[in-house]
């Protein structure tokens, strides 16, 4: 009798902590991974999971978008300029048993790859491409991580390069680049716009031409022009026509005085 008293709240005891250690509870962003003496058995999760104690383990994975701070990378530039890049990286874990089986430690192991990759995709593309083709580039390193990775059950959702840092002598250079390059622009633009002056200048004399009268009318509105600005300059427009008949007459006068 005595040894019941004693045998049974023994029992009792540790039916409870064999309970206790068989009762996991997950939050929603959780998975299981379970492993049956040491074997792959499932995925469970999440909620509340049984588990035989001392023949199944479990490993906890969280499901969330995590944010990977991608240290900054010494790079040297297709045009052989050394600049300082770091990024943020996005991903999440979309298959569990992969991300716990096929590599054993997915951030550290994301974290390295994302390194090599940023070095290796901006060494072949100029500096002028990293400062003014972000969307390209980060769209370029979010492929090829989420290519490899994809076997290790992890989704890169983003990615995005934060900082390029330029040594101060190169950020000068730059700035003088992008002076000659405005100054070029300034000076297209003014012949540009000079060409389409004379172009339509060209076709006002053409429309001019063809009726006289209007080449008169065109004299006439000039002079009004000059006499509302309260000059006392006068001027008489010259027909040009009157002046190729006057120099035609006077080198016909020259020639017949010669012979």
Do not use: C
């Amino acid at each position: 009798m005595f040894l019941d008293l004693i045998i049974y709240p023994v029992i009792a005891v540790l039916l409870l902590v064999l309970l206790a250690a068989s009762l996991r509870i997950l939050r929603e962003y959780d998975r299981a991974v379970v492993f049956t003496l040491g074997r792959f058995t499932g995925v469970k999760g999440p909620g509340l999971i049984i588990l035989i104690p001392f023949i199944q383990q479990m490993v906890r994975v969280d499901t969330r978008t995590l944010v990977l701070d991608v240290p900054s990378q010494d790079v040297i530039s297709q045009d052989n300029v050394s600049v300082q890049v770091n990024a943020v990286i996005y991903f999440r874990v979309v298959d569990a048993s992969k991300s716990v089986i096929q590599v054993e430690n997915y951030m550290q192991a994301t974290s390295q790859i994302a390194q090599t990759t940023l070095r290796s995709v901006l060494g072949k593309h100029e500096l002028d491409e990293m400062l003014s083709e972000r969307d390209k580039l980060n769209n370029d390193i979010q492929e090829i991580l989420d290519n490899q990775t994809d076997s290790w059950g992890i989704k890169i959702a983003n990615v995005e390069i934060k900082h390029v840092d330029i040594d101060e002598s190169m950020v000068r250079a730059i700035a003088k680049q992008a002076e000659a390059e405005r100054v070029r622009r300034a000076k297209i633009i003014n012949a540009e716009g000079e060409q389409q002056a004379a172009q339509k200048l060209v076709e006002a004399a053409e429309v001019l031409s063809s009726i006289p009268e209007a080449m008169q009318l065109r004299y006439l509105s000039t002079l009004q022009d000059i006499a509302g600005e309260n000059s006392s300059t006068i001027v008489f427009p010259f027909p040009v026509d009157m002046a190729s008949t006057l120099q035609s007459f006077l080198k016909g006068g020259q020639l017949r005085t010669d012979s």
